[in-house]
């Protein structure tokens, strides 16, 4: 995406603009054109993408109905992320501003009192939308639209102008001499919920906090109604941080030994941390382990509160610092069960037994950013894991084809590793010690190759099935890449804690 530019102050920048066109307004092809003009005059490539509705995955026009306004934004990612692949960009440049921030804000606590909404939306996403953040994964594999898979990972949103009220950018606009395109549809309030909240913002601001409980720890909304409502969702925007600052140290102290994919949790360091700290850290594990995709609501058991918090008493079965030295003098953490609390993630309590084996095979914790690993044999803590399943590996995928093509390829498995394999790939495998003692026991030979689960903690491994000699379960072929140590097959795992 290196484009050179006129502009001195895009000097050394790859720049691109791009514009969606949702297909829902008569005029939308004069804005594209509109669009075209303004990047053409200023030296600036235009990818323009029209929302092919009805042509997998997009859904069909006439089938959206009152789901009308997700589905489009659900449209418009896919097509801009699809375009920051091919034009090798790695963050793209959003132009939301104050005035839209607050409209999140106001649509969030309006869902966070009404319990049709009581999953998705925590206290601290009152903050609304970040400046910067990582795409992320996106929605389930099998919702077709809106999964972004490994190279989510790797691209950026940013959002420049999320401190800029609307005003101040058309009076610039204006003083510049620039012409702008208005979308009529945005003063439809029967369209969307954010043009009804616009709406009556711009008629009575204040009348929008209607009374409600109380939110811990603090509420700002009802609270403050003598104040702007920029200072309203701005005091939100500074516990967030406050809040995620205590997390990230917290993690950053008591992160114990695992096996790689797994995240070793240590509570007998120190005190336990303060409640919405508790639910942060809390939320920030469970997106690490589970197998749902990194930043969706399903790995963080839905956001829903009371999920969060039961897997919070979980793990710090106490409410102060009195009741938490009363737990340890009376050596109650033997009395600690595993559990499973959502996100598809399994709690162990630790020390485990179970986990001295895999951690002398060298598999720990990403230990990047952390203060210290403390060992695994000197503290108290839970070990969160992805949940195994008793049955068939759910997460089982025939790359059959894909070896035998002898083409380079890559597998996302189980939302969690990414495994690249080179051309020579099934040579190296045929050529294992396990492959050939199973060939000699089926001359005529009709050869399967899995991905499956590689041992209790959900590791992958590949996986060999000959239908006429060998039925029923997968027979497993290395109990681990590392196994063969060759470059022909590679893993890592893609998912992060970081908060963004």
């Known amino acids: 995406m290196k484009q050179e530019t006129d502009d001195p102050n895009l000097k050394g920048l790859g720049l691109v603009a791009i514009h969606i066109d949702h297909g829902f307004r008569s005029k939308s092809t004069q804005d594209a054109q509109h669009c075209e003009n303004w990047a053409k005059s200023r030296s600036i490539p235009l990818v323009t993408c029209k929302i092919p509705w009805g042509e997998p995955p997009f859904p069909k026009l006439k089938s959206l109905n009152e789901h009308k306004e997700e589905m489009a934004r659900l449209a418009r990612m ?28 106001v649509m969030r606590y309006r869902r966070l009192k009404d319990r049709t909404f009581a999953s998705g939306i925590t ?49 610039t606009a204006k003083d510049d001499g620039l012409i702008w395109v208005e979308d009529e549809s945005n003063d439809d309030v029967h369209f969307t919920e954010r043009n009804s909240i616009r709406a009556q913002i711009r008629v009575a601001p204040e009348s929008i906090w209607l009374l409600a409980p109380q939110l811990p720890p603090y509420s700002p909304f009802e609270d ?78 839905g956001r829903d ?5 039961r897997i919070a008493d979980a793990i710090w079965p106490y409410r102060d610092e009195a009741e938490e030295e009363t737990f340890w003098k009376a050596n109650l953490a033997g009395t ?42 000197e503290a108290f803590g839970w070990l969160a894991q992805r949940q195994p399943t008793h049955k068939f590996c759910p997460a089982t995928v025939d790359i059959t084809e894909k070896l035998e093509s002898r083409e380079p390829f890559s597998v996302l498995w189980d939302c969690r590793w990414l495994l690249e394999f080179s051309s020579n790939a099934i ?35 590949v996986s060999y099935q000959n239908a006429r000699v060998h039925k029923g379960p997968v027979l497993q072929l290395a109990q681990s890449f590392g196994d063969l140590q060759v470059p022909a097959v590679t893993m890592r795992f893609v998912r992060t804690m970081e908060r963004l």
Not at 345 to 350: C, E, I, M
């Open 123 to 171: 206290p601290l996403g009152l903050a609304g939308m970040r400046p910067c953040r990582r795409w992320g994964m996106g929605l389930p594999p099998k919702s077709g639209l809106g999964f972004f898979g490994a190279e989510g990972m790797n691209h950026w949103i940013s959002r420049p102008l999320l401190e800029v009220p609307k005003s101040r950018i058309i009076q």
């Open 427 to 461: 040579d190296v495998l045929q050529h294992s010690q396990q492959f050939r003692a199973m060939a000699r026991d089926a001359p005529e030979r009709r050869d399967r190759y899995f991905i499956t689960a590689g041992d209790q903690f959900w590791r992958p491994s």
């Open 224 to 301: 403050g109604n003598h104040l702007p409502l920029v200072d309203k969702v701005n005091r939100h925007i500074e516990v967030r941080d406050e809040v995620e600052n205590e997390a990230d140290v917290y993690l950053r102290k008591h992160t114990g030994f695992g096996p790689e994919g797994t995240f070793h949790l240590v509570t007998s360091k120190s005190t336990s941390p303060s409640g919405n700290v508790r639910l942060a850290v809390v939320s920030r594990i469970l997106r690490y382990v589970s197998p749902h995709p990194w930043g969706s609501p399903q790995a963080e058991a």
């Open 305 to 309: 509160r009371a999920k969060l918090r």
């Open 78 to 105: 896919q097509l801009l992320f699809w375009v920051m692949q091919e034009k090798k960009a790695s963050t793209i440049l959003m132009a939301h501003h104050l005035d839209d921030q607050i409209e999140t804000s």
């Open 336 to 377: 600690r069960r595993k559990f499973s609390g959502g996100g598809f993630v399994l709690w162990h309590p630790t020390p485990w037994t179970s986990v001295t084996k895999v951690l002398s095979q060298g598999y720990v914790a990403d230990t990047r950013g952390l203060d210290s690993i403390i060992r695994y044999d």
